[in-house]
């Protein structure tokens, strides 16, 4: 059983581009969670996603961040116009409904950098 | 969700125990603690996860006070492979998914 996919691994952009960074789950799962982890600190909740709902986005930057987990596909979280700012490693985990909520399975994480 | 509160690193040898506490005084009845692990440039791996007394699994054991203000994940002779961050997560099993990682605690296994 395959775990939590991510792509790219590493995802270099230049200010004022888009990132697109991709989750694929693990098989069976229908809870999708994205994180950022900036340099030297921890892990921050960013958004919480089931197919086709955005049921959590306490933790989404109001602008040019945004997220979607569709019917079919992987999720997808998007950052527009970057900065350098937007520079971290950003993890997605995924559980089945029937799980601890505490229990989550993480990828390995996208590290954007932003020059 | 209950603040935590654990070292921010700690050192130990090859072959040794290493016991690492979290203390979370203001845990409320619902609320279950939880390790995740983290190493280097990869994502967190779920641990153990416990309620009270002890929990015990093929990676470590989580010992609880009666009165659940702290909590001990003991790692049984460690190995290098184990020199990672350390997470203790304090919250309810059910209702909002969003996991809250702390500082953690930063272990280094000598040689």
């Known amino acids: 059983n395959a775990g939590v996919m991510q792509n790219p691994r590493h995802l270099v952009r230049r200010r004022g581009q888009e990132a697109r960074l991709r989750c694929s789950p693990m098989k069976g799962h229908s809870h999708v969670y994205w994180y950022r982890q900036l340099p030297e600190e921890g892990l921050k909740f960013m958004v919480y996603?089931?197919?086709?709902?955005?049921?959590?986005e306490s933790g989404m930057p109001k602008e040019r961040f945004s997220a979607e987990f569709p019917k079919e596909g992987p999720s997808i979280l998007r950052i527009q116009q970057v900065v350098r700012g937007d520079s971290a490693a950003y993890f997605c985990a995924s559980s089945r409904l029937a799980e601890s909520s505490y229990e989550q399975y993480f990828g390995p994480g996208t590290r954007l950098t932003v020059t | 969700l209950a603040k935590t509160t654990q070292p921010i690193s700690m050192d130990s040898y090859e072959g040794q125990e290493v016991n690492i506490t979290c203390s979370h005084n203001n845990i409320a009845t619902n609320d279950y603690i939880t390790w995740y692990q983290q190493f280097p440039s990869q994502g967190p791996r779920f641990i153990i996860q416990g309620y009270k007394t002890k929990v015990t699994n093929e990676v470590a054991s989580l010992f609880i006070p009666a009165d659940r203000k702290s909590s001990t994940l003991s790692l049984p002779r460690v190995s290098l492979s184990d020199t990672a961050v350390y997470y203790c997560?304090?919250?309810?099993?059910?209702?909002?998914?969003?996991?809250?990682f702390g500082s953690g605690t930063r272990l280094q296994v000598q040689p």
């Open positions: 996603l089931q197919k086709e709902n955005i049921i959590d």
């Open positions: 997560l304090v919250g309810p099993d059910t209702g909002r998914r969003a996991l809250t």
